[in-house]
């Protein structure tokens, strides 16, 4: 290959993902006009720094996004690669963080609130605002009728033992953070995360 | 992980046990690589399948699932024995030389204060001596017999060569080979990185395994090194933040604790969990515990916490048993006692043990809200998806609640990888559809719940109605608010001894040092106060400079506490404060500026000099490592091998014939979970779950690109079973536990070898877990049909690693 690449631009295109990278392993190295097609698609991108949502090693990442910043447009993730800077990482990723694009894009990601009513065999679209107060209905009943404030002998406790959470090791500090704030003030005591197994 | 995942390079021994991080951490692992390239270290594997882990290892032995106690038992003896451990680091940093409580003991498999009818230990009898000074009583010599030196000599003496081998299944010169090479390790500059993740948390046992290894790394003054510490390579990108947070049953952020229903006083509350030293002029840092609770009930209550009403004490939840963890809490489900369950990124219905028993659960409650990005199998239970979720939906009379969440692309804020570093991270475009944040969903959940309280009325709203909420946008909390709440700030100006005012009111606070137990702080979670400081967020920090070479980037992220990169730091110099080597020198005393210095922040008083005699290990009241734990474990001060639940093996080798001291004595089994454990007749073949390279979890089966690289559910069998049972690579087999069955492709491999154990041939069977009935991958099998419903005793992880299956040619 006869181009001149930056250090940043080589991991730029070493990390283009499996895909590509298996196909140069095969010997299908990409021709330097390819390669100034895809450098010049990243430089009119957005660039924005995140971190592998997999394992606990936590490597940097860079996702490429497009959309010209205007109010009505909105940002499409393209292309997702290692962070070169990251001094875990240092620009690479593995089989798993390669394939994250296809996470953000995956065919199931949920997009509308949606009820399965009891006994039924099918979802149901509804709005959000639908959902939570029907929620935040049955939790209330559930908890009204189930607080126990003290016990049989006599000790306060103020717990609710009948409903309980699950919260996300893949979510933020921040949503973690909130979600035990609002979880242990209901009085809920059966609350894990994925730390319990 | 006491270290960090860059300071692997720093090791001289890789020890690689519970772990098979080349595939479940492949770019953690090439910190392996380079230690093994560029500081001439061997890596030595442990495991029971040949993994690409131990393709690469220098040495390596393969083990029977979940007898990684009995190996590491007999390395303690053989350390003693042998006196090869690191004198000076043993006999100052670890409690060798303090004496235990007469009436301790340990007979036929059991601990001293057993009750058999609760399964639990009563640990009176586990507890250090006091002289009549008020502090523990120790013997310099360590030859006193009830030191926790002899004790501990004395514990381990059964874990024979022989034995070990009779009960892992290694042969005595593959294990004589190994225990050698990391003896070596017990020279002051020398020093071993052990590497575990759940192939040492899920067993009955799993707790116990990894406290021998950290006994181990004591024995050889290797914890506080650079290229040392017990580093658990956590599964998830923010279990450790969650954890730290306190998302577990018992716990409050920062890895404080509930109050049982017995602790009625807040005084006696906070003085129990207040850790005054046991041995004279220690640190004890747990000491301040009550500054760090009452900066988390102002952050949570505000104005309505003081001191009069015990800083509402009472609006805390207490426990009236001591775990609500999920095993119990699907118990108690599958009973009818639950009416109500969120899960919010969690798929239990792929990810709990006995897949029955969960579906049951599932089906008998009333509602359940799932919040996740991906439709997962647990949003779906109730959906007959053949074979592989064969329910009747008209008999399910479960509402469920779907609510789309953003993923990591689309959502901003920190996680905490393993090596305790707070990354933030950018969002990077909008959720699709109308997918929106998890911090957002709980805002608008909370605040409806808070109309209908104030509306209606209702059981005990006190907490509800006063809960600290004065977020820009009340419905939609962001990041930025959440992580200076969680840091913490000032309520009122804050003065040093002479009435200086060193902090103003309502300015974030730069360190835990700040806190105060009189109101004056707020803050969610201290052991992350640092993190957002006047002077911003410190967890968006990206300065990856290195200047002392060890591989320490101080200025990369931020890492709880205080950005300390190596617990235990001060363990890295020796008594009067110099590095135990100039290959290992990492921070030392420096007498001309009266403080520790070097490549990370002091995990100590930084201006405590060495002549004051405070130990390293400043949470301990005793200033010390723990080889005896007196209090911290429920089933045994020091570890012992026990078998899993489901063993090929009919009794515990250690205690023959000693049926209470076969599988843990003090780990909970519920009735009809017992009865649904199989016999090594019906079930011989020893079964280990675990993830592949190419996948994580239950995840990327939805993702098109790992679905194509690993697309179909397969079971690992080695050559010998398989002729054995008459499969060929590629025949379809079933593998059924008393619980469920499984059908998959055989790929029969020299990667799985029979195990001589006692008498009998025990065979292997690997279980990759990530297939599911929803996903763009083939459909397959959940693998937790086959697990049983039984853990840890300690934290109630369940058994996955080690359990017994019967596989046919299906």
């Known amino acids: 290959m006869s181009i001149n690449v930056t250090r940043r631009q080589f991991f730029k295109l070493g990390g283009a993902g499996l895909a590509s990278s298996s196909l140069a392993m095969m010997g299908f190295a990409p021709e330097p006009a390819e390669a100034s097609i895809r450098q010049f698609k990243l430089t009119h991108a957005k660039e924005t720094r995140n971190t592998c949502t997999y394992c606990s090693v936590g490597c940097g990442i860079l996702i490429y996004s497009k959309g010209d910043g205007a109010k009505n447009v909105e940002q499409n993730v393209f292309h997702i690669e290692g962070d070169p800077d990251h001094p875990v990482s240092r620009g690479s990723l593995c089989p798993k963080g390669a394939g994250l694009l296809d996470f953000v894009h995956s065919k199931g990601r949920l997009e509308y609130p949606q009820v399965r009513e009891a006994g039924t065999s099918e979802w149901k679209r509804i709005s959000w605002d639908e959902a939570l107060t029907r929620i935040a209905r049955h939790m209330k009943d559930d908890r009204d009728a189930n607080f126990v404030q003290r016990t049989a002998h006599g000790e306060t406790v103020n717990h609710w033992t009948t409903t309980g959470f699950l919260a996300a090791s893949g979510s933020s500090n921040e949503a973690g953070y909130i979600t035990h704030k609002v979880v242990r003030n209901l009085g809920m005591v059966a609350f894990d995360n994925q730390a319990r197994v | ?810």
Request: aromatic share 12%.
């Open chain 2, 1 to 810: 992980m006491t270290n960090h995942w860059v300071d692997i390079r720093n090791a001289n021994l890789i020890l690689s046990m519970g772990g098979n991080s080349a595939e479940a951490h492949p770019v953690g692992f090439r910190w392996v690589t380079e230690a093994i390239e560029h500081n001439k270290a061997e890596l030595i594997t442990i495991d029971p399948r040949f993994t690409r882990t131990g393709a690469v290892a220098q040495d390596k032995a393969f083990i029977r699932t979940g007898t990684d106690i009995a190996f590491l038992g007999g390395l303690i003896s053989y350390l003693i024995e042998t006196d090869q451990i690191q004198h000076e680091y043993v006999l100052n940093y670890t409690d060798a030389a303090l004496i235990v409580r007469e009436g301790y003991g340990f007979e036929d498999g059991l601990f001293s204060g057993y009750d058999e009818s609760t399964r639990s230990y009563d640990k009176q009898s586990w507890m250090y001596e006091m002289g009549d000074d008020g502090f523990v009583r120790r013997d310099e010599t360590l030859q006193d017999p009830r030191c926790v030196y002899q004790l501990l000599r004395e514990h381990y003496a059964r874990y024979t060569p022989a034995m070990v081998s009779s009960i892992t299944g290694i042969a005595v010169e593959n294990i004589q080979r190994i225990w050698k090479k990391i003896a070596a390790m017990a020279v002051p500059d020398k020093t071993m990185t052990i590497l575990y993740a759940l192939g040492w948390t899920q067993h009955s046992i799993g707790s116990q395994i990894i406290r021998t290894a950290a006994m181990v790394q004591l024995l050889l003054g290797n914890m506080g090194m650079p290229g040392g510490g017990v580093n658990a390579l956590r599964g998830h990108s923010n279990i450790q933040g969650l954890t730290d947070l306190g998302l577990l049953s018992q716990l409050l952020p920062g890895y404080m604790t509930l109050a049982n229903a017995k602790e009625q006083d807040y005084r006696a509350y906070i003085d129990k969990r207040t850790k005054q030293p046991t041995v004279e002029g220690q640190v004890s840092y747990w000491k301040n515990y009550e500054k760090f609770h009452v900066s988390l009930m102002k952050a949570w209550y505000g104005d309505a916490a003081n001191e009069a009403n015990n800083w509402c004490f009472d609006w805390l939840p207490k426990l009236e048993r001591p775990l609500y963890d999920i095993l119990d809490t699907f118990e108690r489900m599958s009973k009818g006692e639950l009416n109500g369950y969120f899960c919010q990124g969690f798929n239990p219905l792929a990810s709990f043990p006995n897949r029955a028993k969960v579906t049951k659960a599932l089906s008998s409650l009333k509602y359940l809200v799932v919040m996740d990005p991906l439709n997962t199998e647990t949003s779906e239970f109730w959906k007959n998806y053949g074979e592989y979720n064969d329910v009747d939906s008209s008999r399910i009379d479960t509402e469920v609640f779907r609510l789309p969440t953003c993923c990591f692309a689309e959502d901003e804020g920190s996680i905490v990888n393993s090596a305790r570093w707070l990354q933030w991270h950018w969002s990077a475009a909008p959720p699709p559809g109308d997918a929106r944040p998890d911090t957002r969903i709980m805002g608008e959940l909370f605040l409806k719940l808070k109309q209908l309280y104030q509306e209606e009325g209702g059981v005990f709203p006190d907490p509800i109605l006063n809960l600290t909420w004065d977020y820009r946008i009340p419905a939609d909390p962001k990041a930025d608010e959440l992580a200076r709440e969680f840091n913490g700030r000032a309520l009122e100006d804050l003065t040093d001894e002479q009435g200086n005012v060193t902090r103003r009111a309502g300015e974030q606070l730069a360190g835990f040092a700040e806190l105060t137990a009189d109101g004056r702080t707020a803050a969610g979670c201290w052991i992350f106060t640092g993190c957002w400081t006047e002077a911003g967020n410190q967890m968006a920090n990206r300065d990856n400079s290195d200047p002392y070479g060890t591989g320490n980037t101080l200025g990369w992220a931020w890492a709880w506490p205080m950005n300390r990169r190596i617990l235990y730091n001060r363990a890295s110099a020796d008594v009067q404060g110099r590095p135990w080597g100039a290959d290992k020198a990492f921070i030392w005393w420096d007498s001309e500026q009266g403080a520790w210095v070097g490549a990370d922040v002091p995990d100590f008083p930084t201006n405590s000099p060495p002549s004051q005699g405070q130990m390293p290990f400043i949470m301990q009241p005793e200033g010390v490592g723990h080889l005896f734990a007196g209090q911290s474990m429920v089933d045994g001060p020091f570890p012992e091998h026990y078998e899993p639940f489901e063993s090929p093996v009919p009794q515990n080798l250690l205690h023959p014939g000693k049926e209470k001291a076969r599988n843990n004595p003090a780990a909970r089994i519920f009735e009809e979970d017992r009865e649904a454990l199989g016999t090594p007749e019906e079930f011989p073949h020893a079964a280990t779950t675990y993830r592949l390279t190419e996948h994580f979890h239950f995840w990327t089966k939805h993702a098109e690109l790992n679905a194509v690289v690993q697309p179909q559910q397969f079971v690992e069998i080695g050559e010998a079973l398989a002729d054995e049972i008459g499969i060929a690579a590629g025949d379809w087999v079933k593998v059924s536990s008393k619980r469920g069955f499984i059908k998959a492709v055989a790929v029969v491999t020299k990667r799985l070898r029979p195990m001589t154990i006692g008498d009998k041939q025990v065979h292997h069977v690997g279980i990759p877990l990530h297939w599911g009935f929803t996903g763009v991958a083939k459909k397959g099998y959940l693998v937790n049909a086959l697990t049983p419903f039984v853990g840890d005793a300690n934290t109630q992880t369940p058994e996955y690693k080690s359990f017994t299956v019967r596989v046919e040619k299906a």
